[in-house]
């Protein structure tokens, strides 16, 4: 996509200049733009650039106690929950739900409640899921992943709106654009939110070493096909996969429950972070649904916007590789060749590469601009899935196993904070909208991919994913 079509402004409508007015104050920024037409954001003048990064800081500390839990128990989900499928179903209803919910419920949720309580209510949602893990059956694991699905968009939402806000304010604070700001800010807030790979993983890891019998998988032994080839499904066929490789695998309950234990004090220490630490900031005037129905609009109106219809590939895409790298990667590469013992130390070297390039790719788009990142992103991604096509994964390849994580860790990197900073600038006076948009489309790929998880050979879900990059 040129600058000229992300920078077009069909109507009128959805201006992306880098004005903004705090209070009685009005500052125009570096690009020269009159903001005598925009309403004031609601973060009060007396708000100085340290309390700004402070909270800054809270919302990324919460968000790395919540996705430390919900990453590492997601990424767990196709081993230790595979009866029936029973994991990635439930998996696939989260972002299922969450395509319902990112259009319906944010608006109403955070008008009631303010972005701060949403965010600890939201936040409850995710730590009665890890309660429901102690105890998984399709009666107990599937309600709590509506639950989720349910909070998860209004929590995207409101910690995007929330970042956006305080980031305007420090842009006119230190004169600098917005752009480059909210792109700083996200990068921070992705580098905490990314290193959730890393604890969950590690802890997950620490925790399944003490199980001997998943110290090593079942792939190098002829039974089973591994990798592409793994044409696993719910039945445990003989004829496609030897034999269920996931439940001969599975973890000791006893073990499984202390993770789950774990994970559970992590979601409540991200809640009370949030209810004790957080300042309140209300987001401004034009970022705000009356109501649902409202939004619900603002999401289909926005979707006229040839800028934002550029954009949902992309997105989807966004969806469909994380899915993968879940779901798949962890699955039918890791468990079934080297043992779920393995998952949580390979699944650390993709956090800590995601969280580092996260970092990075908002500082270094200030001088390279999106496109290129983009470029490098998919390039990436393109290459990985041909190696993972043709690669026969064996236990003696371990070094292996973690450089394709790494990699697919600095795409996924370039994917999240980019996307996240993107729709943030270019729809900033709709932001409601713009991120229940991006939750949407990015949730869409995610159920797809969960859904058909059960179904599917791995070599067709990898020719999905290159297809994709190839729409974009």
């Given amino acids: 996509m040129t600058d000229a079509e992300m920078n077009s402004r069909p109507n009128g409508h959805y201006p992306s200049d880098g004005n903004v007015s705090f209070g009685n104050s009005k500052t125009k920024l570096a690009n020269g733009t009159d903001p005598a037409h925009t309403k004031p954001s609601r973060v009060e003048d007396d708000w100085s650039s340290g309390k700004i990064i402070r909270n800054l800081i809270c919302v990324s500390a ?18 230790i929950n595979c009866d029936q499928g029973l994991g990635v179903a439930s998996l696939a209803i989260i972002y299922a739900t969450l395509i319902f919910s990112a259009i319906f419920v944010p608006s109403f949720v955070i ?31 599937i309600p709590a992943s509506i639950l989720v699905g349910l909070g998860a968009a209004p929590l995207w939402s409101a910690k995007c709106t929330y970042l956006t806000t305080i980031g305007m304010r420090y842009a006119v604070i230190k004169r600098e654009t917005r752009d480059a700001i909210v792109n700083r800010f996200f990068g921070v807030f992705f580098l905490f939110f990314q290193s959730s790979q890393v604890l969950g993983n590690l802890i997950s890891s620490l925790v399944f070493s003490q199980d001997i019998k998943n110290s090593t998988g079942s792939g190098d032994d002829g039974v089973f096909k591994c ?58 005037e034009e970022n705000q649904s009356s109501n649902t129905m409202e939004l619900f609009g603002a999401t289909m109106k926005l979707m006229m916007d040839k800028r934002l219809l550029m954009m949902i590939p992309i997105t989807i895409y966004s969806g469909l590789e994380q899915a993968f790298i879940q779901g798949d990667y962890t699955k039918s590469y890791i468990t079934c060749t080297i043992g779920v013992a393995w998952v949580g130390y390979i699944m650390i070297c993709f956090g800590v590469t995601d969280a580092l390039c996260s970092f990075l790719s908002g500082r270094v788009e200030k001088y390279t601009g999106r496109i290129p990142l983009f470029a490098l992103g998919a390039l990436v991604h393109v290459a ?32 999240q904070t980019q996307l996240n900073a ?51």
């Fill in 62 to 79: 919460a968000f790395l106690f919540l996705f430390t839990a919900f990453q590492g128990i997601s990424n767990l989900q196709s081993s």
């Fill in 111 to 141: 008008r009631h409640l303010g972005l701060k309580w949403t965010l600890v209510g939201s936040m409850c949602c995710y730590t009665l899921y890890m309660i429901a893990n102690l105890y998984p059956s399709w009666g107990t694991v």
């Fill in 422 to 472: 993107f729709y943030g600038v270019l729809f900033p006076f709709v932001q409601e909208a713009a991120f229940s948009n991006y939750r949407l489309w990015e949730s869409v790929g995610f159920c797809f991919a969960f859904a058909y998880s059960n179904f599917l050979c791995v070599w067709i879900k990898l020719t999905i994913l290159i297809s994709m990059l190839e729409s974009e």
């Fill in 227 to 284: 990798g592409a080839k793994d044409c696993y499904t719910d039945t445990g066929s003989t004829e496609e996969n030897g034999t269920n490789y996931c439940e001969l695998n599975k973890p000791e309950a006893h073990l499984t429950n202390i993770l789950i234990g774990i994970y559970t004090a992590c979601g409540m220490a991200a809640m009370l972070t949030v209810a004790f630490f957080l300042v309140p900031v209300k987001p401004s």
């Fill in 384 to 415: 990985l899935v041909i190696v993972m096509v043709v690669w026969e994964p064996s236990a003696g390849q371990k070094p292996v196993f973690f450089v394709l994580a790494a990699f697919w860790g600095l795409g996924d990197a370039i994917w």
